[in-house]
């Protein structure tokens, strides 16, 4: 049967089809549906681990143990999970191993544009980029095939376009895959160093096999133009750009496994066409390949080193017409990210803004306490990065800034990576104050389940953290609990533990908004009389409240009824009788 399927929905269809029985993941858009979808089939036992070291490392556990399994994450989840990575391909696999990564040209939602190109050679391990979905579901069984037959982890690189759009793709059934063996063995997968250096030469050895074996793969394939004169190498999306803009005349090469390269068919690639250009996001990966071969190829003198190619940028460089749309001719307001009406991060962020503290933040819905009218947080570096961030920052200054600068950090992100940060505040003593915003889910990513909410991937019942409790066992002996829609209560928490003279936890907990299970009060209402303009309430910058003809006004469809406007207004217009 055929049907439409997301690029990661057909990666967990493929994950089915191939037989694999364990799947360990931390959720990052764009990778996170995988899990989820595979997370639907019954032959898979899919989880959401803490983060992407641990899912990886899990994922090779189920491997020894003879099964099929999956680790998926975005491009910096990879950055996490590459400590077991470069020593992986060092001990190989038992049962076929894959791990899937999604990068994110034009940054859409996350904080840089790395290529993970670079960890498959970096790494010594094979990568395959599918192009749509239907690739994604073949190559990803495709993948498991490899990993077993030269024992290895095979990467599977998605992209945003890839992950997020849908093409037609056939189903097929379970693999009947045989759990292999478990057998000891010392020498393979115990990476003391005598043992390393025994298992370097089978890693260079695999790397020249997977060489030979792209030459002739399936997986690359070469399309001859009914011309030589122009030859187009490329991957993954960009290949789909290529397909809509040039004709048959034009030769392409679309290579699907994307290292090894096939050294044997580039050069025979090149040597038929008069001109060859090389068609890839980001990095000039490819390019540079074919340069270290000495092959004259064209790429990054044509296309930018940054953001997503498109169809006209490809039709453009190749000499031919770009596509034009209709004309839109109104002018298009600007739409910025913000927090949602309701958001229990707003009232937090109000507090520290009005207190002109110094916020170390993190990775999450948070981030947002950045843009206007808040603009609210210093910096932002990676996950768990400000909870060892704000250590440096006062042991730096000798704690004197100690008393005027904070971390914030979410509850899935502290679990993730602010633990061992926190620990080291603890364990080297910085007078810190780390706020945990704990909104009783994984947010930006769409509401996963994560070790603080009771729940698994799955919605079974499950062990609870109690962050309290955790943060006190690591050494933190001022630990408080506040409601960050109480404005007064959080000012009062916040200038408390900044006066302490130690390492300080305040949880700011209240659940997201958008949980179906959170009941809201009555959205508030304007008094005009009673409104005098002062444009208090719009500081908070909440989407539900504007302006209008010298007057607040609430959106009844978007206010939660939180109430946080309404400890703004010193006339007590927001919370009356509805004179609008």
Known sequence: MKRLMLGNEAVARGLYEAGCSFVSSYPGTPSTEITEYAATYGDIYAEWAPNEKVAAESAFGASLAGRRSFCGMKHVGLNVAADPLFTLTYTGVNGGMVIGVADDPGMHSSQNEQDSRHYAKASKAPMLEPADSAEALAFTKAAFELSEKF?????????????????????????????????????????????????????????????????????????????????????????????????????????????????????????????????????????EHCGSLGLKVEGKNLFPLLGEISQNMVAEALGGTPHSGPAVDAQIPPRPPVMCAGCPHRGLFFTLAKLKLTVIGDIGCYTLGAVAPLNAVDSVLCMGASVSGIHGFNKASGNELAGKTVAVIGDSTFMHSGITGLVNIAYNGSASTVIIVDNSITGMTGHQQNPTTGKTLKGDPASKIDLEALCRAVGIGRVRVVDPNDLKATEAAVKEELAADEPSVIIARRPCALLKYVKHAAPLCVDREACKSCKACMRIGCPAISMVEGKAIIDATLCTGCGVCAQLCKFGALNGEDKQ
């Open 151 to 287: 024992d290895t982890p095979v990467l599977l690189k998605m992209c945003t376009r890839v992950a997020h759009s849908q093409s037609l793709v056939e189903e097929g059934p379970r693999a009947d895959f045989a759990p292999l063996p478990y057998k000891k063995d010392i020498a393979k997968y115990v990476m003391m160093p005598g043992n390393a250096r025994r298992r370097h030469p089978v890693v260079e050895q695999r790397m020249a096999d997977l060489a030979e074996y792209a030459e002739t793969s399936p997986l690359n394939r070469w399309e001859r133009g009914t011309e030589g004169r122009l030859g187009v190498i490329t991957s993954s999306t960009c290949y789909q750009y290529v397909r809509e803009v040039c004709g048959e005349d034009v030769s392409v090469l679309k290579l699907g496994m994307v290292w090894p390269l096939p050294e044997k068919m580039l050069r025979e690639f090149c040597a038929s066409c008069e001109r060859v250009v090389v068609v890839e996001e980001l990095d000039p990966f490819i390019e």
